[in-house]
């Protein structure tokens, strides 16, 4: 299907406002072997905008927004726990080691004096594991599900706007019938 210019040019624009601003980040359900495609993982799970998260990305936060997003994960303060696999620095498995991914748990702080600590930001303490652990995933919704997102919104607004409409003209049908004045 050939787009109309203006609309092509008006989308284009439209996604470029928008592609920083719908980042969500998503947690699988099920536990994963730390060597699994987890890239793939996210896809299946979360759709084609689904990539596995970045602690870097983390990182660029400061500590609330990153313990908002904890909490909207429902991923709260632990010690030695719950195994959160991410990137780090854009590496899922850790160098040298095929069988040992990044994961990150929420310690709220510092670690448990038994962790080798990789990196530290926002309560987050990233290590390396060879256990089980659910993946965090950043998604990013595709043009096609922020165009529908935009166009419920706008429904719901006609929605609105023809209600209001129909209240109107009845009050106005009912003060005409019964002679009422006009407030």
Not at 44 to 62: C, I, N, P
Request: aromatic share 10%.
């Amino acid at each position: 299907m050939k787009l109309p210019l203006r609309l092509a040019v008006t989308l284009v624009a439209w996604h470029a406002a928008m592609a920083l601003d719908d980042l969500e980040y998503k947690l699988t359900s099920s536990l994963y072997m730390p060597d699994a495609d987890h890239q793939e993982i996210c896809r299946e799970y979360f759709g084609s905008g689904a990539e596995v998260a970045d602690f870097e990305d983390f990182k660029a936060m400061d500590p609330d927004t990153v313990q908002e997003i904890m909490s909207e994960l429902s991923i709260g303060t632990s010690r030695n726990e719950h195994i959160y696999f991410l990137k780090y620095q854009g590496q899922s498995l850790y160098p040298g080691t095929p069988r040992h991914a990044y994961f990150f748990e929420n310690n709220g702080g510092d670690p448990p004096a038994f962790v080798d600590m990789v990196d530290h930001h926002g309560g987050l303490n990233v290590g390396v594991t060879n256990k089980f652990g659910r993946v965090v995933c950043r998604v990013t919704p595709t043009i096609a599900e922020r165009v529908l997102v935009e166009i419920q919104e706008i429904g719901e607004q006609i929605r609105q706007t023809v209600n209001n409409a129909v209240t109107d003209t009845y009050s106005v049908r009912r003060r005409l019938v019964n002679h009422e004045p006009r407030r």
